[in-house]
């Protein structure tokens, strides 16, 4: 009976003794202004043990993760694998309904696909009417309703079909795919009758081939475009029904189907560029590997003068990029640089013409100047912070000394991620091509163009009109797969960053609860950490990896009407979504920040998600005035290591596919968007310095709750001793807020 009064007497007056702490935490921010009148009464009452529930009891049987565990979320667990199963099955029907090469090479109205089996040796798209298209306008997504058929070559001068000439060349025709002019039973045709049954083009121009299509090439001859257009003879070029044919008609028309093939045939562009230079983007990738891996290691060893190097990096890198982008723009300024008139402008999505656009780099230069005066803010008035966030990451560092396997682990997610990705585009490429060809009716009456009606190719077309084919669709569930195709991505890959995060806490948390950090750490505490995830919380990490899919699926519906409505004058439907898409995007991260500290406590005690997810907020809530910069510190300080990675590789990069580097400009190949391929190179560095940096992240969140656990479970004296390291690097900030 007394040992029971004594231990509550002992808890009551521990109790007491953390209130009177935080009265005088509170007392000290009241006097410096950090708080409120507010805020001191609720510390004063002891409200806020009341409010976030009471600090975690001391348990000597408590050591650590705990081995005696039970499976947690097992009906989400049962959900998600049966969404797999369902993803398996779209990517087996869309593997056997769809062909990519549909996407590849361009079709004609007869659906034949240019460049492709039989008409391999006829890799161009020619087009009878170009002025169609431009009747059409934007409508023109729909398929430009002109006879289109695959040629070998583009034509290399302008012809027209006049009336009144009797000798006309009929080898100089180009006529649907099995007609020949020239030979039975079409030779004694009359050419006109030929012309006018659409059968042969009336004229065509000189053209060149872009994205696969022949596309005049008058712009480049810099033409008036209301000049009526001329044979090489000096006929005016005139449609079948006598229109003239001007350079604005031809513009207009090119145009319309550059809007309509712009992404498509810069895709193939891109595509062949990063063919080129995939070598040159592996070495990139793994010179960012080495890179992250050395910086890893030196924060091992110098941890302070490594963060601080960082930073000074980060303001001489960023400082630099904002001379030289200021630099960029005066000196296009003053070459008074104008873009190039002309088609190749529709059609390409050119990175160098922007890049020759002074305002681009003005722009570069605002935004870097930005976020330089920001960091510099930040870096003066947290200075006291980033000092004590070093003495977490030292910690951390030491957590990883003793476990360097973790340094590869982030390999095993990277990996996974690639597959889930190559296997997701795959699918998704075979999905988009599945369906049969879909032909409409066209005539050259303006609404017969507009409100076009299906048609059976096979059937003979009445006199004017023709069967064109516009796409391949005709499969009412393709749309709803790839809608599902895409949450299944976002939940595959949101599992991938859980299972990486759970695993590692583990790791982390059975170094910290060890007493003896050289003897009681398990010999693979990572394979042990991995092996407890997947087999007692699969569904823990299926139910918070959900959560973050529906928010991010919600975000994309977002991002799709936003795009929808740029051409729309309804301000406040635009500031609705706007403020909707910034509350996404806020919640989004927060519940990110919520999942990551619940998969550290599942990890450590193997409490079911929601569970955790509470227990976790409850106790970052009870130590708020200490965990809200400090650890908002440390993401901040590996975010700039992770920015210093991508920025030099970035910098190496850029120059480099430049051919601006000396003694490799032979290694690089002559690419049409330079750019594109330091795009991929940022992106991948990223991706790999994030994975590197992960492991600090992770390890300084799991010794961060750690660590506060510890101070509210023991007091450091010898009957309730803290497990925290016996460095000084803990130990400093038990009496730091």
């Given at each position: 009976m007394s040992n029971t009064s004594t231990s509550v007497d002992g808890d009551i007056h521990l109790r007491r003794l953390n209130v009177e702490e935080e009265k005088k935490l509170v007392a000290e921010k009241f006097k410096e202004g950090a708080v409120d009148d507010g805020a001191d009464a609720d510390f004063t009452d002891g409200r806020i043990l009341k409010e976030y529930g009471e600090p975690i009891k001391y348990d000597p049987s408590f050591k650590g993760p705990i081995n005696n565990r039970s499976c947690t979320d097992i009906i989400c667990c049962i959900i998600f694998i049966i969404f797999l199963m369902g993803m398996a099955v779209v990517s087996i029907v869309g593997y056997a309904r769809g062909d990519p090469i549909r996407l590849i090479y361009p079709t004609d109205s007869h659906g034949n696909i240019c460049g492709y089996g039989k008409y391999s040796d006829k890799p161009y798209l020619f087009f009878f009417d170009l002025v169609t298209c431009a009747k059409l306008g934007p409508a023109v997504v729909t398929g430009c309703p002109t006879p289109q058929v695959c040629v070998k070559e583009c034509p290399s001068s302008n012809f027209v079909y006049v009336h009144s000439v009797q000798n006309v060349n009929r080898s100089e025709l180009i006529c649907k795919i099995d007609i020949d002019p020239t030979k039975a039973p079409y030779k004694d045709v009359p050419v006109d009758k030929l012309v006018k049954d659409q059968l042969c083009a009336a004229y065509y121009l000189e053209s060149k081939p872009i994205i696969g299509r022949c596309m005049p090439s008058i712009f480049a001859k810099a033409l008036n475009k209301v000049d009526a257009l001329k044979d090489n003879i000096g006929n005016d070029i005139k449609r079948?029904?006598?229109?003239?044919?001007?350079?604005?008609?031809?513009?207009?028309?090119?145009?319309?189907?550059?809007?309509?093939?712009?992404l498509k045939g810069t895709m193939e562009l891109l595509f062949k560029d990063v063919v080129n230079s995939a070598h040159l983007i592996v070495f990139c990738?793994?010179?960012?590997?080495?890179?992250?891996?050395?910086w890893i290691v030196l924060l091992r060893w110098i941890t302070t003068v490594m963060v601080w190097l960082t930073i000074f990096l980060f303001i001489g890198l960023f400082g630099f990029g904002t001379y030289y982008s200021y630099s960029k723009y005066y000196e296009l300024k003053s070459m008074n640089v104008t873009s190039e008139y002309g088609l190749p402008e529709e059609f390409k999505f050119d990175f160098q013409y922007f890049l020759s656009q002074s305002r681009t780099w003005l722009a570069f230069g605002c935004t870097g100047a930005t976020i330089l005066a920001i960091f510099l803010l930040i870096t003066i008035f947290l200075c006291s912070r980033i000092m004590l966030a070093t003495k977490l990451i030292s910690e951390a560092s030491v957590a990883i000394s003793h476990m360097w396997c973790v340094l590869l682990w982030p390999l095993v997610p990277f990996v996974l991620q690639i597959l889930v990705l190559a296997y997701w585009i795959s699918s998704m490429v075979y999905i988009s091509s599945m369906g049969e060809p879909e032909y409409y009716n066209a005539t050259n009456d303006v609404n017969a163009l507009l409100a076009r009606l299906p048609c059976d190719p096979s059937e003979n077309a009445t006199l004017g009109d023709f069967c064109s084919f516009v796409r391949y669709g005709g499969d009412s569930y393709k749309t709803a797969m790839l809608i599902f195709m895409v949450f299944m991505f976002f939940w595959l890959m949101n599992f991938i960053v859980a299972l990486e995060q759970m695993t590692l806490a583990g790791a982390f948390a059975s170094y910290y609860w060890a007493w003896d950090k050289n003897k009681d750490i398990p010999t693979f505490p990572l394979w042990s950490s991995f092996y407890r995830s997947l087999r007692y919380h699969m569904g823990s990490l299926a139910f918070g990896s959900l959560i973050i899919a529906i928010i991010q699926m919600i975000r994309a519906f977002l991002e799709y009407v936003n795009r929808k409505l740029k051409g729309s004058e309804n301000k406040v439907a635009k500031f609705i979504l706007t403020c909707l898409r910034c509350c996404f995007w806020c919640l989004e991260k927060f519940l990110r920040y919520i999942n990551k500290n619940a998969y550290i406590l599942i990890a450590i005690h193997g409490r079911n998600f929601c569970t955790a997810a509470k227990d976790g907020f409850l106790l970052i809530m009870r130590n708020v005035l200490r965990a809200a910069v400090l650890d908002k510190v440390?993401?901040?300080?590996?975010?700039?290591?992770?920015?210093?990675?991508?920025?030099?590789?970035?910098?190496?990069?850029?120059?480099?596919?430049?051919?601006?580097?000396?003694?490799?400009?032979?290694?690089?190949?002559?690419?049409?968007?330079?750019?594109?391929?330091?795009?991929?190179?940022?992106?991948?560095?990223?991706?790999?310095?994030?994975?590197?940096?992960?492991?600090?992240s992770i390890a300084v969140d799991t010794i961060f709750l750690c660590f506060l656990e510890d101070s509210e479970r023991n007091?450091?004296?010898?009957?309730?001793?803290?497990?925290?390291?016996?460095?000084?690097?803990?130990?400093?900030?038990i009496n730091k807020k």
């Open positions: 079948a029904n006598g229109e003239l044919v001007t350079g604005g008609l031809i513009q207009n028309g090119t145009i319309n189907i550059a809007q309509f093939y712009k990738l793994l010179l960012a590997m080495v890179l992250a891996m050395v440390c993401d901040f300080l590996m975010l700039i290591s992770k920015l210093m990675v991508t920025g030099a590789i970035a910098v190496i990069a850029f120059f480099w596919f430049q051919k601006k580097v000396p003694f490799f400009e032979k290694v690089v190949p002559e690419m049409n968007y330079f750019l594109f391929a330091v795009v991929l190179v940022v992106i991948g560095t990223y991706l790999i310095a994030d994975s590197f940096f992960d492991v600090y007091d450091g004296s010898a009957e309730r001793p803290y497990y925290m390291s016996k460095t000084k690097n803990l130990k400093m900030m």
